[in-house]
């Protein structure tokens, strides 16, 4: 038995019977095959539809075939429904509207319908297979990491580069509904998607079980993209971290990077954006290798436990912690916290009655410094 025409040539081949351009919009208005389009005014249609078509208001077709429906600034376009054999609309045939149908469309969009539906059958088994070898990616032991790699460019999900980058994807666990969760792959999706619209490019993505979603680029993740993309109120409050490039079979490397970046985003949202990198999450991201959401003052350095114990003015800490900050420059410090410099020694001498150490040795203010960081990142401080 011979193999059916894929859907872009029995398109191609009605176009030529026709004499008229065609398109094949799937069931979300969404542009996905189209015949040679040659002359100015067609090719102009055509951009014009692949740039609106999926605002467009959708044809009335589930009770009539066919329907005429007047674009601004392209014309009459028919649109004519192509069903699958449960009689579900699945897309739409369109071409410019100069009268009546072509008789010729009766028997050609049956098979045009079945085509369309191999092909998304076909794209969801892609969908989910690339999902599965993402997984085994950054999540499998290494023969399995090995094999994933190696099957996403044989298989063409992720184009041939020197260098990948990860992205871990989340809501933050401590406070999430149990349906926030679900929009880890929302997140995942939107993005494939959009990547997919917009360009040719390749990335990969899939939700582990601990629903952290995750994301592969074959280049550096442009982030304000991607935060646009996050701030869709769908996917809100989704936080990303971005891993490093690295090679392919470095990627869990990567994508660990990713997930630290992620965790100190949502740790101290107030420090870092939706979407943190490794590298702008410092210090952040290595102490998030620790349970910090656990975490009690029992668990910080003795000199930040002690004065936590003894101090719990707000003011005072902040104070303290951007004085540490500034490297013990007290001129730069009461300039950043805007307060007179006798203030700042007033604040300063009330909690050195408490360390035990001087604020002048290197040693204690390093270990004030990170504690303190740790105590933030744990929701220790106070107010």
Same mark, same amino acid.
């Given at each position: 038995?011979?193999?059916?025409?894929?859907?872009?040539?029995?398109?191609?081949?009605?176009?030529?019977?026709?004499?008229?351009?065609?398109?094949?919009?799937?069931?979300?208005?969404?542009?996905?095959?189209?015949?040679?389009?040659?002359?100015?005014?067609?090719?102009?249609?055509?951009?014009?539809?692949?740039?609106?078509?999926?605002?467009?208001?959708?044809?009335?077709?589930?009770?009539?075939?066919?329907?005429?429906?007047?674009?601004?600034?392209?014309?009459?376009?028919?649109?004519?429904?192509?069903?699958?054999?449960?009689? =579900?609309?699945?897309?739409?045939?369109?071409?410019?509207?100069?009268?009546?149908?072509?008789?010729?469309?009766?028997?050609?969009?049956?098979?045009?319908?079945?085509?369309?539906?191999?092909?998304?059958?076909?794209?969801?088994?892609?969908?989910?297979?690339?999902?599965?070898?993402?997984?085994?990616?950054?999540?499998?032991?290494?023969?399995?990491?090995?094999?994933?790699?190696?099957?996403?460019?044989?298989?063409?999900?992720?184009?041939?580069?020197?260098?990948?980058?990860?992205?871990?994807?989340?809501?933050?666990?401590?406070?999430?509904?149990?349906?926030?969760?679900?929009?880890?792959? =929302?997140?995942?999706?939107?993005?494939?998607?959009?990547?997919?619209?917009?360009?040719?490019?390749?990335?990969?993505?899939?939700?582990?079980?601990?629903?952290?979603?995750?994301?592969?680029?074959?280049?550096?993740?442009?982030?304000?993209?991607?935060?646009?993309?996050?701030?869709?109120? =769908?996917?809100?409050?989704?936080?990303?971290?971005?891993?490093?490039?690295?090679?392919?079979?470095?990627?869990?490397?990567?994508?660990?990077?990713?997930?630290?970046?992620?965790?100190?985003?949502?740790?101290?949202?107030?420090?870092?954006?939706?979407?943190?990198?490794?590298?702008?999450?410092?210090?952040?991201?290595?102490?998030?290798?620790?349970?910090?959401?656990?975490?009690?003052?029992?668990?910080?350095?003795?000199?930040?436990?002690?004065?936590?114990?003894?101090?719990?003015?707000?003011?005072?800490?902040?104070?303290?912690?951007?004085?540490?900050?500034?490297?013990?420059?007290?001129?730069?410090?009461?300039?950043?916290?805007?307060?007179?410099?006798?203030?700042?020694?007033?604040?300063?001498?009330?909690?050195?009655?408490?360390?035990?150490?001087?604020?002048?040795?290197?040693?204690?203010?390093?270990?004030?410094?990170?504690?303190?960081?740790?105590?933030?990142?744990?929701?220790?401080?106070?107010?």
């Amino acid at each position: 038995m011979d193999r059916s025409p894929e859907l872009d040539d029995a398109l191609q081949d009605l176009s030529e019977e026709l004499g008229c351009r065609l398109v094949v919009l799937d069931a979300g208005m969404r542009a996905v095959a189209w015949s040679i389009h040659e002359s100015p005014e067609d090719r102009r249609r055509l951009a014009h539809l692949l740039t609106h078509s999926d605002s467009w208001e959708r044809p009335r077709t589930s009770r009539t075939p066919q329907q005429v429906i007047e674009i601004p600034g392209v014309g009459p376009l028919l649109f004519t429904r192509l069903v699958d054999a449960r009689r =579900q609309i699945v897309g739409h045939l369109v071409l410019p509207s100069t009268g009546s149908p072509p008789p010729e469309l009766g028997h050609a969009t049956e098979r045009l319908a079945a085509l369309l539906q191999a092909r998304q059958q076909n794209a969801a088994g892609r969908s989910a297979r690339a999902h599965e070898l993402t997984v085994d990616l950054v999540a499998g032991d290494a023969p399995v990491r090995a094999r994933a790699a190696e099957a996403l460019i044989a298989e063409r999900f992720l184009s041939s580069s020197a260098s990948y980058c990860a992205v871990a994807l989340g809501v933050d666990p401590r406070t999430a509904a149990p349906s926030d969760h679900e929009k880890a792959g =929302q997140a995942v999706a939107r993005t494939l998607g959009f990547v997919r619209e917009t360009s040719t490019a390749t990335v990969v993505g899939g939700v582990l079980d601990n629903q952290v979603g995750v994301l592969i680029f074959p280049r550096p993740v442009v982030v304000p993209r991607l935060v646009r993309i996050l701030a869709d109120p =769908q996917v809100t409050p989704v936080r990303a971290g971005v891993g490093t490039l690295m090679a392919l079979e470095e990627a869990p490397r990567s994508f660990e990077q990713a997930r630290l970046a992620w965790r100190a985003s949502w740790l101290a949202p107030r420090d870092h954006g939706t979407v943190t990198t490794w590298d702008a999450a410092g210090l952040d991201a290595t102490l998030a290798r620790m349970p910090l959401e656990s975490f009690t003052r029992a668990d910080l350095p003795p000199v930040v436990r002690d004065l936590l114990g003894a101090v719990d003015s707000p003011d005072l800490i902040a104070t303290l912690t951007a004085y540490l900050d500034a490297g013990g420059d007290a001129r730069r410090t009461a300039g950043e916290l805007g307060i007179h410099r006798s203030t700042l020694y007033y604040r300063l001498d009330k909690m050195r009655s408490v360390i035990a150490g001087d604020l002048a040795d290197g040693a204690v203010r390093a270990e004030l410094h990170t504690g303190l960081r740790m105590a933030r990142l744990a929701g220790l401080l106070p107010g």
